[in-house]
């Protein structure tokens, strides 16, 4: 975390202050008469991002081509297409250059949402792994999750009713439990093992970028690969009886080991 500042000491936390509790996003019902939505990238978001310093936003802006490029994305080349028109697509927003950044991994998974939810069809979600070797010897990557794009996805996210339910992951607790669902079954695919996890293995700086859902999923991500043992002994430590932290162990080093990689 660091102040948000610029070169002359110039706070600009207004930039952050939008949307307010009374403007919930995401809110769009055309046969009702509603259109609040206010939580769109390339319309909302990446404009009011424009008008921050570079110094504060560093890439950001450049990133948002990336969650785009995840929906649906079924081959490599289909990402670096988008790549290619992301520009032309969004009325001349910057994206990254696709000269310089190759994907080298991309996972899809489509499941059963289970339950009432099979009614809703297929749950899909792209996961996919860019690198730029730009300096040949400090290979950058980023990995993005696909947002929010069906029916189904929105049932997992929803499952249980009761948005205030909450458990733990990876050593932390108050993890929305939709959300460690979503993120703990893609950890757990074989995809994920065999294609992400090799890939992740090569990279010097991993930079996770998702909008929405894909933005949920990469808080808890990089919470996880970044302290997730250090939580997990915090846990430990606070536990009770040896019963109770082997319990803990078992579940929670498996979270972690199931997401993380070793440097190669």
Excluded at 6 to 31: I, K, N
Excluded at 107 to 123: A, I, S
Excluded at 183 to 209: G, N, Q, S
Aim: glycine share 6%; hydrophobic share 35%; net charge negative.
């Amino acid at each position: 975390w660091k102040e948000c500042k610029d070169s002359e000491e110039v706070t600009h936390y207004y930039f952050q202050s939008w949307p307010a509790s009374s403007q919930p996003a995401g809110v769009e019902l055309p046969e009702l008469g509603i259109d609040n939505d206010i939580h769109h990238l390339h319309r909302d978001y990446v404009p009011r991002l424009i008008k921050v310093p570079n110094l504060i936003r560093g890439p950001m802006v450049e990133y948002a081509s990336v969650p785009e490029c995840t929906f649906n994305a079924k081959k490599k080349k289909e990402i670096k297409d988008c790549l290619e028109s992301y520009s032309d697509d969004w009325d001349g927003l910057p994206g990254l250059d696709p000269d310089e950044w190759e994907t080298i991994a991309l996972m899809n998974r489509v499941t059963d949402p289970g339950g009432l939810g099979n009614f809703l069809g297929k749950d899909q979600d792209s996961v996919y792994v860019l690198k730029n070797d730009e300096d040949p010897t400090y290979r950058k990557c980023i990995i993005s999750f696909e947002a929010m794009n069906n029916p189904a996805d929105a049932w997992r996210f929803y499952e249980t009713f009761e948005l205030s339910f909450y458990m733990d992951y990876c050593g932390s607790s108050g993890v929305q439990v939709g959300m460690r669902n979503e993120l703990w079954d893609m950890t757990h695919d074989p995809k994920y093992k065999k294609e992400i996890k090799p890939a992740l293995e090569t990279c010097h700086e991993v930079t996770c970028v998702g909008n929405s859902h894909g933005g949920a999923l990469c808080n808890i991500f990089t919470m996880c690969a970044n302290t997730g043992l250090e939580n997990i002994r915090a846990a430990e430590a606070l536990a009770t009886s040896s019963e109770s932290a082997m319990a803990v162990n078992e579940d929670m080093y498996d979270d972690y080991y199931s997401l993380a990689w070793n440097k190669k």
